[in-house]
């Protein structure tokens, strides 16, 4: 996340204060082969939802002030916020999009939602939720927008809620989840035959580079339409923080990929899921609200234009494949966190406080892999990935900031310099490559899977 904190002493003192509560037979004269299974056909689902916030809900994403209340309500004045002052009222209303793809054999509910990140216990609560209503995927992913302006209080972990969340509220949680789970039902009742396609557009200008590196300037974009060539929904993939607000701003906003999906949405009248790509160290170009418009129409435009262009696939495959990677032990780096006159063996171990493993979703949609990552994955690692993936795939996109959230994942070289990004990559310097690695292992195993059946 972006500046979550204000300086380091937030997330030194989170760390000291908090946990996470984280065929038949031919005649006998020809006897041919087996014939081949009939391709299975793909039927697709989607679903954009209104969710009503209380009023004062705090805003997620930046730890210092002016956001951060000056002393906590211990007076309990604002009903849902504690840590951070409440928010002043709405720009952007809060939606949940869903879309459901399933062939049959394999059904995926994918979800996108305006949060700056994931808490993996909304997904195990919705799934929960869902199975007891009897419905039951082979994968869900949900993906976070990554804005910083989006609601906050609604993770079940003091560690992050300290430092970027604020502390769950049952009223903003409940809501939410409700959320989720009337887009999901909405969406599998809408179900209809259906056809898809990828495509992809190169977009410059609308991000700039961190660690003054090249930038992966690749959009992504998943077209679904009915038989009839209708539309049924979008997935659409670009690296971005939404930072162009900063900590000043306290309405309820998208921030610019609320804008772009907007945008898109008015144009094609179905639900356009964002989902963002390797976005640690990329900073939108331009900001304030003038920012949060030049920037949404430039990704909105670029979209739109992928969108009139994509060939829909002959053959419609749907795979999903979940795993599990050991990550290293977590810890904060004094260092990074507080400057490089410090030896870089000092840290602060996390072992009580964030996971040792995570889980991974691969996911093929035609002919198109995707991973996701629970957290802000770099450009590099992100651009090796989609590398490794094409070898079995026409394209390859990191479903970035999905299923959860565990910081930055950086390579072992940017983890090296101090800086914020490297105070919030928790899993040292192994952690972004073992991720990576993971991931491209993930996708071989997805394609291969493929090919046996």
């Known amino acids: 996340m972006r500046r979550i904190i204000r300086r380091p002493g937030w997330l030194l003192a989170a760390i000291l204060a908090a946990s996470i509560v984280w065929p038949p037979l031919a005649p006998a004269r020809e006897r041919p082969g087996p014939r081949a299974a009939p391709a299975a056909r793909l039927s697709a689902g989607a679903a954009a939802v209104d969710v009503s916030l209380p009023a004062g809900t705090p805003l997620a ?8 209340a000056w002393l906590p309500d211990i007076l309990g004045r604002f009903p849902e916020a504690f840590w951070f002052r409440p928010s002043t009222g709405v720009h952007d209303p809060f939606r ?3 879309l459901v793809l399933d062939n049959g054999r394999t059904r995926l509910l994918w979800l996108a939602v305006d949060l700056v990140g994931i808490d993996p216990t909304l997904l195990s609560e919705l799934a929960a939720r869902l199975a007891a209503e009897g419905s039951r995927y082979s994968g869900i992913i949900l993906s976070a927008s990554h804005t910083h302006s989006g609601p906050g209080a609604f993770a079940e972990s003091a560690l992050f809620g300290f430092v970027a969340v604020d502390r769950p509220s049952p009223n903003v949680r409940g809501r939410i989840l409700d959320g989720l789970a009337r887009a999901a039902r909405e969406a599998e009742a809408r179900k209809r035959p259906a056809r898809l396609g990828t495509g992809s557009a190169e ?4 991000g700039q580079s961190r660690v003054q590196a090249p930038l992966d300037l690749e959009l992504g974009v998943l077209k679904i339409v009915a038989l009839d060539g209708q539309p049924l929904a979008v997935i659409w993939n670009y690296a971005v923080h939404g930072t162009a607000l900063g900590r000043e701003n306290l309405l309820l ?4 990929m609320g804008d772009a999906t907007a945008r898109i949405e008015r144009e094609l009248r179905v639900p356009a899921l964002f989902v963002n790509g390797a976005v640690g160290d990329v900073s939108p170009a331009a900001r304030g609200w003038a920012g949060v418009r030049s920037a949404g129409e430039l990704l909105a435009t670029s979209v739109l234009n992928a969108w009139r262009g994509i060939r829909l696939d002959a053959a419609s495959r749907l795979d999903v494949l979940v795993e599990r990677v050991a990550l290293p032990s977590p810890a904060v780096s004094l260092r990074n966190c507080l400057g ?3 030896p870089s063996m000092l840290t602060l171990g996390l072992s009580d406080a964030l996971p040792a493993a995570a889980e991974l979703t691969a996911v093929q949609i035609g002919n198109t892999g995707w991973v996701t990552i629970p957290g ?6 992100g651009l090796d990935v989609k590398r490794a993936g094409r070898a079995a795939f026409d394209h390859v996109f990191v479903a970035g900031v999905s299923n959860g959230y565990l910081g930055y994942f950086l390579t072992a070289a940017d983890y090296t310099r101090p800086s914020y990004i490297a105070c919030g990559s928790l899993y040292g310097d192994r952690g972004g490559e073992v991720m990576r690695d993971a991931a491209i292992a993930a996708l071989k195993r997805l394609a291969g899977r493929g090919d046996s059946r």
Request: glycine share 18%; proline share 4%.
């Open 203 to 206: 977009l410059t200008g609308v």
């Open 253 to 256: 906003s998208g921030d610019l």
């Open 376 to 381: 802000e994955l770099q450009t590099q690692l």
């Open 340 to 342: 490089r006159w410090l």
């Open 96 to 98: 949940v999009r869903a």
């Open 61 to 68: 994403g930046y730890g210092g002030f002016p956001r951060r």
